[in-house]
Each structure stands twice: as C-alpha cells, then as structure tokens.
C-alpha cells in the first residue's frame, strides 16, 4: 500500500467499540509475564506488528507462550539465552524496555530493529545502564542498534532523570527489579505510569512518591497478569480529532484506558473548545471508560506542560491547531525529535504543504489556524504523521503516501475510517 487518498466529508456520528488495544500495554504485558510465577492471561492483546515481535522475543527467550485468537496464555522459568537475534521491528518502546529487562539475564542477547528503528538514539537507556554494570555494545558506543548485550549483575542506583520518559523510567525499574539493593529513579515531570501500575499489581515492591520511584530487588517471582487490554487513547485520538474538526460530528469512544497520563490529549482538546465526556466503567489494572467527543469551535492553545502525557498525539492535535482559531504553541517537545521521525520537522513540513503558516523551533513550533488545503504528504515512514494527515483529509481531502507503517500500530485504521468518508488506496 503506497498511497491512499481521503475525501472531505461532512458531520457523521459514530460509536467505536473496536480501537486497537494499547500498545504500551499490550508491550509490557508480554514482557512482563517473564518475571511471574505461573500462567499470565491477556485478552485483546494489540495484533500489530510491534507488539506481535515483543510476543515473538518473549517466546524466544524461552516463554512457552499459547495464543487461541483470543487470550494468550503465558509462562516462564526464567530468561534463557536465545537462538535467535531479537527483532523489534519499529518498536522504540520494545528496544529500550528489553535493554532493562535482559540487562542483569544470564546470557547473550542481540537486539535489532527495521532501518527506522536502527537509526533511533538507545544511550538514553544503554548510558544509565552500563553505569550500573551492564554490558552493551553497538554502533556509535551503543547508541545505536543493533545492540549486543550481555546480562551482568547490577549496582543499586539513584538515577535523577533530565527528561520525563517512560521509557527509560520503565526501562530503569525492570533493571532495578534485578540490582543488588534498594534503587530509586527521579524525573523532572510525571510521565506515563504504566510500569509503575502494572509491577504494583503483580506484587512487586515499588513507591511512588511524586516525582519519586522507589524500587526494591525481587525476592521472588511476581504474580501473573490476568488482564485484559484497554483501547489505546494516542490510537483513539485521531477520531477524537476527526470529530473536533468535522462540523456537526459526534465521536464515542469505548471500552479506553482513562489513566490520567494518557487523555492529556483530550484535556488540550477540551481546553480548545472541543465537547468532551468522560464516563468510568471499570478499575482494575488501569482505569477505564468512555469518552465522547463532539465538535465545537476551537480556540488556540500553548502547550508547554506535561509534554510527556501527550508526546505520541502531538501530530494528530496540530491538525486540530490548524483548524482553530489563533496562533497555538507547543514548547518543551524536544523528545518529538527522536520519534520514529524528527516529528517537530515532519510534523512542519506537513502543515506547510498544506498551506498552514506554521514557524520551527528546537523543542517546538506555531501554528497559525486558518483553512486547510489539500496537498500530497509524505508520512516518513512514521506511522502517527500518517494517521494524523489522513485525518486532515476529512476536512480537505487529502493525499498521504507511505502508508504500511500504520500496520505496525493500528491494524484496523482503514476499517473504522471508511465507516466515515470514502478512501481510495492506489
């Protein structure tokens, strides 16, 4: 699929109860079922390309792991030295949650990824990691992958973070579930509390203080996961902002994590005018609800704060800045520039096709709203710039090309939008 072309379309009303699982979830709820004593069951399991490969290095790492197409059952007796290299595909996530998780295993691990991911910075996780006694090598000292590692005992650490990520957070804690003490991980902002959520519930000894983690060494095993996986909020919000931006639009969203690190997105929709509702029906693992979403006019916004609750939707909320009225600003997102693209500059280039007066910065840009127009946008290979420009089409047609990375995060995109409007894949 090289290309696909969307048609504008006018106000739809549509209840989706098929969003695909999250898949931070979804990630971590494979890996972790490597530290757990007995059988680990997960249903709506994301069966995307990313989240499929950490399944396939789980089961490599010597995990005997059943799936029925509906609950995949796993279990495990501990991490073994794998025959295989171990592929990501254009998982940043997986790449830098294993780093932490195979650190202190007993054997040799090769970690790989596709050319997006192969070109992505790892010292972020690799540095702190090799501090505390982990072996890692790779091209540009280890910063990029492929990465050989070899699991080594770990010092206990007190790791002040200079960037709110969850992916080093979890990366670090799953290296101190195995460290020879007591660890704690400082970050400069809450970001997403997954792992935190997630290692409580299993049993593991972990405090969050504020900003503060406090993570104790395993004495054994954790319990299984019996969990079923939520709808993904980042994967929802295009359709919330399909609605946001479509005159007389009406969006329902069910079945969704409602952690508060993860609808950030919908409250800057919200604070732009968009009529958002939220209801609550279930808390066990993860809160999770409905949220409804129905358009409105939308005023601009700055969005400087809690950068990481909303780094993944920060493509598909700029289309929603180029449609409100005012001049929005997005400061503080340096991270947005080690995605799967540099998608500050990406991100740019795309409005600007699109004939929207939008200004760079390093760690952000502008955007003037005004009417968007139909152009031809190149997603980089980068799945959420695809998504978020398909979107656009809605409201003025719209022409993306390279598409196949939309696979690797939202199998069942095309579905639900054609339920909207026309789309014709050349």
Known sequence: MSKVVVSPV???SLNISDIAPDKSISHRSAMFSM???GESKITNFLRAEDTMNSLKIVENLGASVKDDGITITISSDGIKEPFEILDCGNSGTGMRLFCGLLSSADGHFVLTGDKYLRSRPMKRVTKPLMEIGAKFDGRDNANLAPLSVRGASLKAFNYDSKIASAQVKSCMILAALRADGECTYTEPELSRDHTERMLKGMGADLVVDGLKTTINPMKNLLEPLTIRVPADPSSAFFFAVAAAITDGADVTIEGITLNPTRIEAYKA?????????????DNKYEPIGNIRVKNAPLKAITVEDNISWLIDELPALSIAFACAEGKSVVKNAEELRVKESDRISTVVEGLKACGVEV???EDGY??????????VVDSDG???IAMSFIIAGLKCGMEVTDLDCINTSFPNFFDILQRITKVEFV
């Open 366 to 375: 502008t955007v003037t709203g005004g009417e968007l127009k139909s152009s």
């Open 269 to 281: 929709l919200e604070r732009m005018g968009a009529d958002i509702t939220y209801e609550h029906t």
């Open 359 to 361: 200004d760079e910065y």
């Open 35 to 37: 530290l757990a004593r």
């Open 382 to 384: 980068d799945h959420r």
């Open 10 to 12: 006018g106000g739809f």
